[in-house]
């Protein structure tokens, strides 16, 4: 079931893995400003599988005085495995950014997410003197809050990340989210792999059911290699075989 309006849009392209279906998600105005708002509402059926990504990187662009709102509510029922893989969100000067990731699982949903964010485009030259984000994931596991969090910087953006407690100079991050009815064996996957890439990667899990990865880097590329390095690897477990990261992930 469709439905689509204003400037978002979603199309299905044809892929070598017909296990694994895809949606693109795309915004025909080519970035966001203030006051727009973006929602999505995404659910996969009784052992359905999807992945859902973006057809490029979401642009924040200045506003003079709204935050721009960005949200989605995710529905992952019994027996279902969702992918949730946009493609990084780049916040430009002025930019205000305010997003939320709302997650439903049913028993036995499979959940693979990340969203990846960069701090102005640094090869351009790019600084964020005056900036605000907000972004947040609350993750529901079979109608019960099993994690919310919620992380905000507001003000000179360069100066705020570069202090050690926050980003540690870092200027993109990103949270990737697994969720399984048994996440036993990922966490030591993801940490093996997470030494085999250049950015700075933690891992953590809770109650066996949740694993949570956060990567920060000073370096935008880098960052998106790190993504789909530790992405593809846990494609691959979870799949049993290699699955082809979507064509506009392409590196």
Excluded at 48 to 60: F, M, N, P, R, S
Excluded at 71 to 77: G, M, S, Y
Excluded at 229 to 249: C, I, Q, T, Y
């Amino acid at each position: 079931h469709l439905f689509q309006s204003g400037c978002g849009r979603v199309r299905f392209p044809t892929v070598d893995h017909k296990h694994i279906p895809e949606a693109v998600l795309i915004n025909t105005a080519g970035g966001l400003t203030g006051g727009d708002v973006m929602h999505y509402k995404i659910t996969a059926g009784l052992g359905a599988d999807l992945t859902v990504t973006g057809q490029a990187a979401e642009k924040i662009y200045k506003s003079i005085g709204p935050d721009v709102a960005i949200e989605a509510d995710i529905f992952v029922e019994s027996g279902a495995y969702l992918e949730w893989m946009p493609q990084e969100t780049i916040l430009f000067e002025k930019g205000r950014l305010r997003r939320l990731n709302n997650v439903h699982l049913a028993q036995g949903a499979k959940l693979l997410a990340l969203e990846a964010t960069i701090l102005g485009r640094r090869a351009h030259g790019e600084t964020l003197q005056d900036a605000s984000i907000t972004d947040g994931w609350k993750i529901w596991k079979e109608g019960k809050l099993i994690w919310f969090d919620q992380f905000r910087l507001k003000g000179n953006l360069d100066e705020l990340a570069g202090r050690s407690v926050l980003l540690d100079g870092a200027t993109a991050f990103a949270t990737l989210v697994l969720a399984l009815p048994d996440i036993s064996g990922y966490v030591e996957i993801a940490r093996a792999t997470a030494e085999e890439c250049s950015s700075r990667i933690g891992v953590t899990s809770f109650d066996g059911e949740l694993m949570i990865v956060r990567c920060l880097d000073k370096d935008a590329y880098s960052l998106r290699k790190s993504l789909v390095k530790l992405v593809n690897r846990l494609r691959h477990e979870l799949a049993g075989s290699d699955v082809p990261m979507p064509a506009v992930w392409e590196v």
